[in-house]
C-alpha cells in the first residue's frame, strides 16, 4: 500500500477523458488499495483515478459505511435536485455549491469483475457525479452555483466545527 500524490487544479492531466478497464489486473487491484489509502488519508469522500495520474475509468466513493471501488461507471438513474457544498481533492481549500440530483445510481464492475449497481443520496449522489465527471476532465468548479468567497468558507468551516 501507498499514498498516492493527488495531482492539482492546472495540471492539464485533469483535463483529459479517462479510457475504459479493459481487464482488473493486480495492477488495477494495487491501484484501487492505494486509492483507497490515499482517499483515507486526505479524509475525502471520493478520489478518480486521474486523481492520482492514472487516465483510467475508475472512482473510489466512500458512502459512509465502506469505500466502493467502481470500475467503469455509469450513471444509469438520477432523479431529484440538492444544492449543497462541494469540495475537491485536487482543489484544495476551494468550496462551492453545485445543483445536483438528489439521488443517483449507478452501474459499475467491482474488483471482482462483476457488474454491481449501487444508489447513493446526499452526499454519496453529490459524490458519484462528481467523480465520474473527473473521468471525462470536468471539475465542479465548472459547473458550481457559486463558489464560496474566502468570509464565506470562514464562516462554513466555523459552523462545521460547531457541529462537530
Ligand atoms: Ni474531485
Avoid at 482517499?39 to 483515478?49: K, T
Avoid at 444544492?83 to 453545485?98: A, F, K, R
Avoid at 439521488?103 to 454519496?124: D, P, Q, S, Y
Avoid at 458550481?144 to 466545527?161: F, G, Q, Y
Wanted: charged content about 30%; proline content about 5%.
Amino acid at each position: 500500500m501507498a499514498i498516492l500524490n493527488i495531482v492539482k487544479e492546472g495540471d492539464p492531466i485533469l483535463r483529459k477523458k479517462c479510457r475504459p478497464v479493459t481487464e482488473i489486473t493486480p495492477r488495477i487491484r494495487q491501484l484501487a488499495e492505494d486509492m483507497a489509502e490515499t482517499l483515507i488519508d486526505a479524509n475525502g469522500a471520493g478520489l478518480a483515478a486521474p486523481q492520482v495520474g492514472i487516465l483510467r475509468r475508475m472512482v473510489l466513493v466512500d458512502n459512509g459505511e465502506e469505500i466502493l471501488t467502481l470500475i467503469n461507471p455509469e450513471i444509469i438513474a438520477a432523479e431529484g435536485e440538492q444544492e449543497e457544498m462541494e469540495g475537491c481533492l485536487s482543489v484544495p481549500d476551494v468550496w462551492g455549491i453545485t445543483h445536483r440530483p438528489a439521488r443517483v445510481t449507478v452501474r459499475a464492475m467491482n474488483l471482482a469483475g462483476e457488474t454491481i449497481e449501487v444508489t447513493g443520496e446526499g452526499l454519496t449522489a453529490r459524490c458519484f457525479c462528481h467523480e465520474l465527471d473527473h473521468l471525462d476532465g470536468v471539475l465542479y468548479i465548472d459547473n458550481a452555483v457559486h463558489i464560496l468567497t474566502p468570509e464565506e468558507t470562514d464562516e462554513m468551516l466555523k459552523e462545521r466545527e460547531k457541529e462537530d
